[in-house]
């Protein structure tokens, strides 16, 4: 219908006039209230904000897997003893500790001004059921660090005494918070595993105040804690599901603080004046490694049980390059098992004897084990099997993709065929963990180690960890005495020495290449507060909990 | 509209939400993937803990024995026990329906007021330049992804501008009376609804646009002019209704698939809907969450789409007669 029609005049302010009008000017005052920010924008001076992208699973100190859950409740909770920001073990809700000269017993003397957020005071019987739930009932991730616990003692209403069945090189405090019996002692260990907690009291320095799934978590200062008073009236953890939006969270100031930046938005941030970036050591690394299972039913290519074969292919990637090209730089070179924050822990191997960067030595090596090279540019055995393996990776892991595609062409230069596929990380753990038949040749994932003690990462290819940590199917006995031993080695300058043992011993059996020791990459606004003290492993979002407390408003 | 006929409706769509419900149970059943393996790896567990779990989520049942479970605890409204969070599905999804609802609903509303009405004026101007213009807009804002056209807006009024937030439903850790909250999410609703509408109404706009057109052309559009009603009354009252019913369809379409999660949009704007619930939960393998999610979709749908049927049959006299 293109021709207008010809209606009546219309008057000045007609009833439609008027209603468009009135609507319009609606929606102008309506447009100018959203626009004007809101009062709380600006929040309250002594609110230290966070950013992060995971979020917690649940607020249950014994069935947590979650490490945004682990950085909340080691809030709200205490642990007897606690890493300071050199990640020495001091005292915490313990004001002392004894130990008995073979390591075997641990008496604790509690804080008598230690209470519960719910008033009531802190005991030793508080202590006694809470180590008794986590290693009876094998509950969640702090029973591995008591796995062999004996019993406890209450002495008095603040002493305890804690036995073990054999010395303890780590000292388990370290890793267990502490609960109140008085809530959970009448629980079924059922209920307890089904239990959301969904109002944590602990007798930390800061309470649980509230957590609005998928967005955030609030936590507010405990007027009666033992300790210090922090400077922060609360905090609260905001989830971004966005990177690009949480860093520019930080940049405009909406929060103060994130706990990991992505390597690609590290560089730009670093760039921005009102915003300091920090580059850390942390306690992680992520290799390559190779099915060396000896399960009949193992569906790995045989021709990865020879170390020769592993250590030709390790010789075919140079670390360094791994790191600038895949870390862009923020990262160290791999090597042993400890990563380079272990500090003495680590032991070092000298440039020219390390399986890194040398493809000619690769080639001769194979050569020299019987591995002629066949048609299409592969190697091949005597009996004529080809050296063509399979590889997988997580696919939503940038770096290992990467990496992987790195090692491809790497591989293919000394006369290795790698056929590379990538995985979603569900199907990759199950894939690789399927210890009744593990079928795969080679993988690239990672570790983060549970605590900075070595005790975590060299505990990971033990042979009773096959069908649980263990990935690679690794089974040394000679290596699972050494860790047994050094766990229960007290002395320290003792204990580094088999520790180095055992690192030299398995980077020999390269069953992993450890590609890199990732920088852990943290960011914090520099005008709304101060006091930010960097630590191996991370400001926060790692072992210390010394950062929250320690930092003030600007 | 005889009762036979909506009771046999009605028989249709308990038989295919049994089925969906039933389909929906096997499919997260055979994927490779045990959600204990995963807690396990991340979480430092010992070998006696992970069997504990493993009893605690009934997995060490036979697949028949589970879904009877299943089917009965449904019946009973119980859907099940998040893996991840610890408490029952139905606390899980319900802040994040609420969350979803308001902000689909707002932006659905938006979408067909929106789209229709642009839809109008360019059929009404069929071949000119501003049928041109609309049409080739709505073109241009249809084919962006959600997300693409979200992140403009971000930038725009969050990151050149400050005028509104771009993050989250609510400023964290707000002080305010109920209105002041009102209008903290009202604020937070802003973009994302309008990332929805941009995108979605461009496509109802071309829809109507065609459906108009056509319906213009009938004979009693020339019989209503001849009478001498007004325009409006032409294209609103009469061409419009005739027109309206592939716009239904688009409506129960759009309405059905979008309770799902608009889970582009919520993921680039942090808003804590059912979207972003279904995608950490699959990468999770939370079963239980994502049996209750996806059994709430696939109803909506088919709801929405029984719905539709009836509208139809309301609608449209020819329809009803058959």
Redesign the interface.
Known sequence: MRDREMGPQQPILSRRRFLSLTAASAGAVGIAALGTPSQAEASASATLRVGWNSPPDVMNPFTFTSTASNEILWLIYDTLMTYDLELKPVPSLAASEDVNADGTVFTYHLRPEATWHDGKPVTAADVKFTYDMTAYHNLGQAAWAVAEYDSSRVINDHTVEIKYKSPQAFDPALAIAIVPQHIWGSMSLTKIEGYANPHPIGSGPFTFNTWVSGQYVQVDRYAKWWGPRPAADSIIWIQYDNSDVMVQALTSGQVDILTEVPPILFDGLTRDSGVKTVEMESFSFHHIGFNVSSNPKSGGNPLLKDVEVRRALQYSLNREQLVALCLAGRGSPGSVLLPPSFGAWQEKIPLDQQFNANPEMAKSILDAAGYKMGPNGVRQDKQGRPLSFRLIAIETTDVDVEAGQVFVKAANAIGVKLTFNTLDATTLSNTVYNAAAPNWDIFIWGWDSNVPDPDYLMGIDLTDQIANNNDVYYSNPTYDRLWVEQSTTINAAKRQEIVHEMQKMYYDGAAYCIMWYQSKLQAYNTSTWTGWTPTRGGMIYNFTRYNYLRVTPL | MSARYLLRKTATLALTLYLTVSANFLLFHVL???PV??????????????A??VK?FGLNHPLVTQYVIYLNNMIHGNLG?SY????PVTT?MG??IG?TVLLVGTATLLTIVIGVWFGVVSA??AN?MPDASITVISLGLWSMPDFFTG?IL?FIA??WT???P???????????DTW?RV??V??HL?LPALTLVLVNAAEFSLITRNSMVDA?TEDYVLTARAKGL??RA??WHHALRNALLPITTATALYVGMILGGAIQV?????W?GMG??IY?SV???DYPALEGCFLLFAMAVILTNFVSDIVYQMLDARVRRN
């Open positions: 490779p993937g045990s393996q995963l807690l396990a790896r991340s979480g430092h567990y010992t070998a006696g803990a992970r504990q779990l605690l026990f991840v969070y610890r408490v899980v802040s994040a969350n009404t101007r000119s992140m971000i969050g990151v400050h005028v509104l771009v993050s989250g439903i609510e400023t964290p850790g707000l002080v305010a002041g209008l903290d009202a604020r802003v213009l007004s325009r032409i294209v919520e993921t680039v704007f942090s804590p972003l619930l950490s990468e999770q393998r």
